[in-house]
């Protein structure tokens, strides 16, 4: 028997405020809603990779946090300076300017999303292919 194929993936995150969740991830990151599930929204981030911020609630299986650390959404890109610009320009929660990264060889930044979620603006400085 072979090992069945994979369609898709989504990650779910729990927030605290659906609404200025769904503003971080619409506006400022530009992602096309995919589904609206009411206290669930999916999001396509690019081809069958999605984000789904869920609201947080006594029945949901997840606990918002602040400042959440065990999680990091990357979003991999060749312009993270355009990314930069464009999120402070927005007045998003931006932690540094662009920097390199020897140990990973990567060029990122990061910043937080409405509920303090890790968010990563990366690219990688060597061959991937």
């Known amino acids: 028997m072979s090992q069945p194929t994979i369609d898709g993936q989504i990650t779910f995150i729990y927030v605290s405020d659906l609404s200025a969740s769904a503003d971080f991830y619409e506006r400022l990151m530009g992602f096309k809603l995919w589904l609206d599930q009411g206290t669930c929204r999916i999001y396509r ?3 069958d990779a999605y984000i789904g911020i869920c609201q947080t609630s006594a029945a949901s299986k997840g606990r918002a946090r ?3 650390d065990n999680i990091i959404l990357t979003i991999v890109t ?3 300076d355009g990314w ?3 999120l402070r ?3 998003a929660a931006l932690e540094h300017p662009p920097q ?3 140990k ?3 060029y990122h930044c990061f910043l937080r999303d ?3 979620h890790l968010v990563e603006i990366q690219r990688f400085l060597h061959d991937t292919d």
Do not use: K, L, M
């Open 78 to 80: 060749a312009d993270v």
């Open 84 to 86: 930069y610009n464009w």
């Open 100 to 102: 390199t990264n020897d």
């Open 89 to 91: 320009e927005q007045g």
């Open 104 to 106: 990973y060889n990567i």
């Open 45 to 47: 981030v690019i081809a």
């Open 114 to 116: 409405p509920d303090g």
């Open 66 to 68: 602040q400042q959440p």
